[in-house]
């Protein structure tokens, strides 16, 4: 069993629908949840972090951690075409001596 | 700021030739890292440094790869010989001073080997 699962999609929505990206997890040292936008042929961009359980909202995204379930989420409201792109969950134990262990990421298609 | 710089961007080579990237990372940030990532996969962790010493390197392919980060600024990862299975990007990511969650990602060396 991989550390961090994700379903790779595609997935495509119409513009104006609410997203819901999800990933699960198996590791309980992981204390550090985020998640990464790529657009092709460009490195991953920091979208948001979240330490442990709860929820944490920038604008548009909604990123919510379940420990209890090993459960990570992204919400994407109101979306538009230029949230077209891979999003990718990442996790860390933050103890200083470890990389992100990702997963496979997910193809988001936003059709105008 | 100025993000984390990567050169070169795109390279092509035959196998069991060798070939290097380079990485710049964020001003002031201590921690960087490389990172592989074949196509349709997350990345995946090579090696991490800390100023210029090496945190983690244990699924750094010791037998080709190499890395270091002189200085503790810029860093060099070096695949020699190169097989067709290396065919990935290579990201350069760096963090603040504990702040590994916190990790910046370079637009990556895209590297096909035929």
């Known amino acids: 069993q991989k550390e961090v699962e994700q379903d790779p999609g595609p997935l495509s929505v119409p513009e104006g629908a609410i997203v819901s990206l999800n990933c699960t997890y198996s590791?309980?040292?992981?204390?550090?949840f985020m998640w990464y936008r790529q657009y092709s042929r460009k490195g991953p961009e920091l979208l948001m972090y979240?330490?442990?359980?709860g929820n944490k909202e920038d604008g548009r995204f909604t990123a919510q951690v379940d420990k209890s379930s090993k459960y990570i989420s992204l919400f994407i409201r109101d979306s538009q075409p230029s949230d077209s792109a891979t999003y990718l969950c990442?996790?860390?134990?933050?103890?200083?001596?470890?990389?992100?262990?990702f997963g496979k990421g997910t193809h988001l298609i936003i059709q105008p | 700021e100025a993000g984390v710089a990567q050169s070169p961007r795109y390279k092509i080579i035959e196998k069991r030739q060798s070939v290097a990237f380079w990485c710049n990372p964020i001003?002031?940030?201590?921690?960087l890292y490389w990172y592989q990532q074949i196509l349709g996969q997350g990345p995946k962790l090579l090696i991490q440094?800390?100023?210029?010493?090496?945190?983690?390197d244990s699924q750094l392919p010791k037998d080709r790869f190499s890395a270091e980060r002189l200085k503790g600024v810029d860093s060099t990862l070096k695949i020699q010989p190169a097989k067709l299975e290396d065919s990935a990007v290579y990201l350069c990511?760096?963090?603040?001073?504990?702040?590994?969650?916190?990790?910046?990602f370079g637009p990556g060396t895209r590297l096909t080997v035929t």
């Open positions: 440094f800390q100023n210029n010493g090496v945190v983690d």
């Open positions: 590791n309980s040292a992981f204390q550090y």
């Open positions: 990442a996790t860390i134990s933050g103890g200083g001596a470890d990389g992100l262990t």
């Open positions: 990511a760096s963090s603040p001073e504990g702040g590994d969650y916190e990790q910046y």
């Open positions: 001003s002031g940030h201590a921690t």
């Open positions: 979240t330490y442990s359980s």
